[in-house]
């Protein structure tokens, strides 16, 4: 067997034939029902984008809140421990 | 087609990108050329309709991003056309089909020393089974639609002087194996 196949037919497409095919408001309803699916996509996906977002805002913002409030913790308790030691 | 009517055809995809409308213009103009034109790669009517309604939806889509590259509206139907064929074949992952008019082929070819031979239009037939799909494509576009080499460039993405070339190398080719002579625009 070749690569293609090619026919020769004898049969010409009768243009009565294809108008039975020829269907404009369904094509126009199809391309209404895309576009509002295209619509509904670009809003999900641009609100999972806003939401990854902001979720890693939050968690940048909680790992410095408690990261310095660790630190000024730590520093708390060394200023303490030399208080003690400079009374003793 | 002139340019003029190149300009126009385009002024009137420009504005179905406001009014719907306006596309079914274009829609009614070439519905029938663009079916013709998948059902010589398909030989199926189900399919080939199902494949020009994809097709004319793609273009309906995708209005907006079109740009005037001086070539007929037809050629980016045309091009939309020929990648839902091939996406199809793809997925099927089956030979190509080309179901040509015999009636169309017989008016081309001409036998350089004798009439018309049947048994040799057959073995034409199967030699070209075996050529490459894209110069077969290249020929249904040049003989059976009717399209000019810039037009054919457009459609399979090549350049124009790449798809006058490509043309003339599937053309040498069956003259040399069938000593034929093709006749097409007139001459031979």
Sequence with gaps: MGKNEIKLRRRHLNPADILRYHDYPALVKRHERSRRLKRVVRFFTFSLIVTIIVLLLLMIISYLWFGVKEKSGQIKEKQNAITLSIRR | MSDDEIRQEYEVLDRSKKDVKAFGILYDKYFDRIFRFIYRQT??????????????????????????????????????????????????????????????????????????????????????????????????????????????????????????????????????????????????
């Design chain 2, 43 to 188: 030989d199926d009517e189900e399919l080939t309709a199902d494949l020009c309604s994809q097709t004319f939806l793609i273009a309906l889509n995708n209005v907006g991003k079109y740009e005037f590259r001086g070539v007929p509206v037809s050629a980016w139907f045309y091009k939309i056309a020929g990648n839902e064929v091939n996406k199809y074949y793809r997925k099927r992952n089956s030979a190509k089909v080309f179901s040509l008019e015999e009636e169309r082929f017989r008016e081309l070819i001409a036998w350089e020393n004798e009439d018309y031979d049947e048994e040799r239009l057959n073995l034409l037939v199967e030699y070209m089974k075996d050529l490459p799909t894209d110069m077969i494509e290249v020929l249904q576009l040049r003989f059976f639609e009717g399209k000019e080499f810039n037009e054919i460039a457009f459609i399979l993405e090549m350049t124009e002087s790449g798809a006058k070339m490509r043309t003339y190398r599937a053309l040498d080719r069956l003259r040399t194996k069938f000593s034929l002579k093709i006749k097409y625009d007139g001459k031979e």
